[in-house]
């Protein structure tokens, strides 16, 4: 069955400095992978996603993934982090495949603190 | 744009009582997801609506949830009686046909 795993469930970073949060899937076959982020009291946003092509994918806010077959993984990375990147992570892998956002399994997320 | 609307935003009830969440998707969405979000945790898919047709609701407890959207486009989501452990985040969410989710700001339940 797929599954994904967020192995960090608490990330403290200081304001301007890099950001990589990690992701690992397990699927039989191509992943349709998905990166959210949920804000205190808010719903979840897309930040971006991977279907095919070219594994380095660029979303919203500065942030890209990578997506690496040979890992499992699907890490999410940013440059320098602002104070207003403290949210929660999540990772999401498409259930059947086929490109669907509709059969969404969520990993357990990852909490980001940002120090001033 | 309007976002997706959910209320109540939060509901204190005591074990055994009914309770009731209602959410209003975006205008033109067809597609309405209600997930279950326990502390700690990601989401969890509890029902999915194609128009008012409930696509999968594999993930439905179905003793003691229930849902509808009638005419395709508000939904409510029932859960009678509440249980210590149903105490969670409720989100809806909505997607024109099988595209990205938007999602709501949630309904946080606690059952005492």
């Known amino acids: 069955a797929q599954s994904v795993t967020q192995p960090d469930i608490h990330i403290t970073v200081s304001e301007g400095a890099s950001l990589e949060l990690r992701c690992n899937y397990s699927?039989?076959?191509?992943?349709?992978l998905f990166w959210y982020v949920q804000s205190p009291g808010q719903g979840l946003q897309l930040l971006l996603k991977?279907?095919?092509?070219?594994?380095l994918v660029q979303g919203i806010k500065g942030f890209e993934a990578e997506f690496k077959r040979s890992q499992s993984s699907f890490n999410l990375r940013k440059p320098s982090v602002h104070w207003s990147d403290a949210a929660e992570y999540f990772c999401?892998?498409?259930?059947f495949g086929g490109g669907s956002q509709g059969n969404l399994i969520f990993g357990k997320g990852t909490k980001l603190s940002v120090k001033p | 744009e309007a976002g997706v609307v959910q209320s109540p935003r939060y509901k204190i009830i005591e074990k055994k009582q009914p309770v009731a969440f209602w959410c209003n998707p975006i205008?033109?969405?067809?597609?309405l997801y209600w997930y279950r979000q326990n502390l700690g945790q990601g989401p969890e898919l509890l029902i999915r609506?194609?128009?008012?047709?409930?696509?999968?609701d594999s993930q439905l407890p179905k003793d003691r949830f229930s849902a509808e959207r009638l005419k395709g486009v508000d939904s409510t989501l029932k859960i009678q009686p509440a249980e210590l452990g149903d105490s969670a985040v409720y989100l809806c969410?909505?997607?024109?046909?099988?595209?990205?989710?938007?999602f709501g700001p949630g309904t946080r339940l606690t059952v005492l």
């Open positions: 999401a892998v498409d259930r």
């Open positions: 699927y039989g076959a191509t992943p349709y």
């Open positions: 205008s033109g969405h067809n597609t």
């Open positions: 969410a909505s997607s024109p046909w099988d595209n990205e989710q938007f």
């Open positions: 991977y279907f095919s092509g070219d594994t």
């Open positions: 609506y194609e128009n008012e047709e409930a696509v999968d």
